[in-house]
């Protein structure tokens, strides 16, 4: 797991320290679980140390030592401890607050975590189970005690919360480290987050056409994945783009069985032009928990075979003998790009029995050559920086870390997992959430023309022809 602090709040912290330092990371409850003992197994005898809680009201404020931690049920005099907050409530803010009571400067006991004062800051004892992606740290404050508050109170200073999504433990080593990465650059390259950004990906899709000798008159791509995790919501998202205000053409919301029961082939209209974009969004049901997709389902509409508005009956499975059953698609019918669609605020609770479904989908898409992308939605759950602004999505370790794991699950490159934020509480569009779901769908089609192509050279190879559009 990545570490939370950043280079300028390394940096502001080696001013406060006073003389060139850098930090090892020693603790972190996220990883090594919330234990007062492993805290103390991990962190007593090191000497100087920073202790670092990252609050669910995106808040980072804790404490530094100049003194080793240790479990003697004693207080620790260290005339140079203090207590500070770097950000509140999403705003780099950063303050000081210099030890008054050297004596009572920070507290050892086995079964305590991290203790500053008597006590004011005492984050929890014995061992708190996270709740989510949250701890409920059983500490207290009693902030005044033996630091200096400068005027703050425990409200300006932490919120009055102990309520962590982290707590982090820094060794604090004499003379500069290694270079740190900074946080605060983007962890995949981005284009920007201007109106003219907006502007010119619009056009890019406007413009879309699939290469004319493959006879196709627009793109098809799959939308797929569990129910509630945003596929009808995406179509409904781009389809805003283009009506200019949102909309909600595709049924969508958060229920326990699908909201999707017929097979669509979704145009998207561009209002402002009055003219349908080349590409259609294809929808079917999302999986359940205790529902598996039809596998010769998905392969009939994989290859072409399944008509647009199709209604799915769970007691009747499409066959060939169904009304409607295209026997011979086109390369124009087939689907050319599979998008998954994952709720990454569940990626970490994700069941073997969800992936293994989407591992058996996997393998007849690869059986067809067919490119796989992700589309990774409620972004604004993941992180609460990105919940208070998109333009955080690429610097977001969360959404990083989300990323790789989606990668690592569905066995393809980072590049081909892409962050989208849908329009659900919205009621106007916004330029930051266009660019997303755009960049996204812009992939999607760049992929598609790749396959198309190879699809080109296949059939060239075989001495077969592409069959005139419609």
């Not at 602090?5 to 320290?17: A, E, F, N």
């Not at 109170?153 to 707590?167: E, G």
Request: net charge negative; glycine share 8%; proline share 4%.
């Amino acid at each position: 797991m990545p570490e939370l602090l950043s280079k300028r709040y390394r940096d502001q912290l080696v001013t406060w320290i006073g003389r060139p330092c850098h930090f090892q990371l020693l603790y972190k409850i996220s990883r090594d679980g919330c234990s007062a003992p492993t805290f103390h197994q991990k962190c007593d005898v090191q000497g100087a140390t920073v202790t670092v809680l990252y609050n669910t009201n995106n808040t980072i404020y804790g404490g530094y030592l100049s003194q080793s931690w240790n479990s003697n049920y004693a207080y620790i005099n260290d005339p140079n401890a203090f207590l500070f907050r770097l950000q509140y409530n999403g705003s780099s803010n950063p303050l000081k607050f210099q030890v008054q009571n050297a004596g009572y400067a920070g507290y050892g006991q086995s079964d305590y975590g991290p203790t500053f004062g008597g006590h004011d800051i005492f984050t929890f004892s014995g061992t708190v189970s996270p709740s989510g992606k949250a701890f409920s740290l059983n500490g207290g404050f009693s902030l005044g005690h033996s630091y200096n508050l400068n005027g703050q109170n425990v409200h300006t200073i932490a919120n009055n919360s102990l309520q962590v999504t982290d707590l982090e433990v820094y060794k604090v080593i004499d003379g500069p480290g290694q270079t740190v990465p900074d946080l605060d650059k983007p962890w995949r390259e981005h284009d920007g987050w201007t109106n003219e950004t907006m502007q010119a990906l619009k056009e890019s899709l406007l413009d879309y056409k699939p290469m004319a000798e493959t006879n196709v008159t627009a793109a098809n791509i799959l939308l797929i994945g569990q129910i509630g995790a945003g596929k009808s919501s995406f179509f409904n998202s781009v389809n805003s783009i283009f009506r200019g205000k949102i909309t909600s053409k595709a049924c969508s919301g958060s229920f326990e069985h699908s909201v999707t029961t017929m097979y669509r082939q979704y145009k998207v209209k561009d209002f402002s032009k009055g003219k349908f974009l080349n590409f259609r969004l294809c929808d079917t049901r999302g999986f359940e928990e205790e529902f598996a997709l039809d596998a010769q389902e998905i392969s009939f509409i994989l290859d072409g075979n399944i008509p647009d508005r199709y209604q799915f009956n769970p007691l009747v499975p499409f066959t060939p003998d169904t009304p409607g059953y295209i026997k011979d698609p086109n390369l124009k019918d087939k689907i050319h790009c599979v998008a998954f669609v994952i709720d990454g605020s569940t990626v970490d609770v994700m069941s073997d029995k969800v992936q293994k479904r989407m591992k058996d989908l996997q393998v007849r898409m690869n059986h067809r050559g067919l490119p796989q992308v992700v589309f990774l939605t409620k972004l604004d759950k993941i992180c609460p920086d990105v919940n208070d602004d998109v333009k955080n999505t690429f610097t977001s370790t969360a959404v990083c870390d989300a990323v790789e794991k989606v990668a690592e699950v569905m066995g393809l490159p980072r590049a081909h997992v892409l962050p989208v934020k849908n329009y659900e509480s919205e009621t106007k569009l916004k330029t930051t959430v266009d660019i997303l779901l755009m960049q996204a769908l812009q992939r999607c089609l760049d992929f598609a023309d790749d396959y198309m192509d190879e699809q080109l050279d296949k059939m060239a190879a075989e001495g077969k022809n592409v069959q005139s559009k419609d």
